[in-house]
């Protein structure tokens, strides 16, 4: 089964040296060792971006041709991991209910006005507008270590050696703007009615943070760390919901407040 993967960390934004993480390309660089360890996957069947090298047209561009060339035939499965700050840009095209959409930071990272530009960030509804066009055949797996929205900030996910991985919007205006608006309770990455073969792996809830944190000697992201973990201890055999359940219990016991999410059709868990 011919597969291609692009395995993306940020640390480092070009225009917010303040907003550095640590763990995000060790993240992108344990993503890719186990998908060649455990998942068939070879070092030409996988692309990793960290820092500079993950711009938002070098990531665009390295998922549309994924995409171009699985709806050709040429893969039959793709995967897709990110780990950066997340944040959350106004809907614009009227499809959100809480008038918000999520959006992920690259390295070029940038304002317009109050707002994130979205010329510099990506946003969930293009990821869903990609992917949906995938044939229902391709396999698809997104792993997703980010937060998803600030609301969720718990004291004990601000210990030290623990950042979360969210930024607001640039200015003050442009944060009461969107915290005026509902909470944001659902995602809208995949097709709206499942695919059958599509999987979204996410490092928490909607409402939730993830944690970007020292574990052992090293920085990692803490939903990364603990999902490699399991599956490189239990050499990739277990069911997809079992893992999750696994990962959860982890994060819980290490006393992450974050919940990590898996949304697929349930026959296919």
Wanted: one cysteine or more; hydrophobic letters at 35%.
């Amino acid at each position: 089964m011919a597969q291609k993967a692009l395995c993306v960390g940020i640390n480092h934004f070009k225009n917010y040296p303040s907003a550095a993480l640590q763990g995000c390309v060790n993240d992108a660089n344990d993503m890719a060792a186990l998908l060649k360890d455990f998942m068939g996957f070879s070092s030409g069947d996988i692309t990793i971006l960290t820092d500079a090298q993950a711009t938002r047209v070098k990531i665009m561009q390295a998922l549309t041709a994924m995409v171009n060339d699985a709806i050709s035939g040429k893969y039959s499965k793709l995967v897709f991991s990110l780990s950066s700050h997340g944040t959350q840009v106004p809907d614009t095209n009227g499809d959100e209910a809480d008038k918000k959409d999520e959006a992920f930071c690259p390295y070029d990272l940038a304002q317009k006005g109050d707002q994130w530009d979205t010329d510099h960030v990506i946003v969930d509804d293009e990821l869903h507008d990609l992917f949906i066009q995938l044939p229902d055949s391709v396999v698809l797996e997104v792993y997703l270590d980010t937060c998803h929205s600030g609301t969720g900030l718990k004291a004990i996910d601000m210990l030290i050696y623990r950042k979360p991985r969210y930024l607001p919007p640039p200015t003050a205006k442009g944060f009461r703007q969107l915290e005026q608006m509902k909470p944001r309770t659902s995602r809208k990455l995949l097709a709206d009615k499942a695919k059958p073969n599509q999987f979204l792996w996410a490092g928490c809830k909607a409402n939730q943070t993830s944690s970007d944190a020292k574990i052992g000697s090293a920085y990692h992201g803490a939903f990364t760390y603990y999902y490699v973990t399991e599956v490189r201890a239990t050499a990739n055999k277990l069911l997809r919901k079992d893992i999750i359940k696994k990962v959860a219990a982890d994060l819980k016991a290490n006393h992450y407040t974050q919940v990590p999410q898996l949304e697929s059709p349930a026959t296919q868990r």
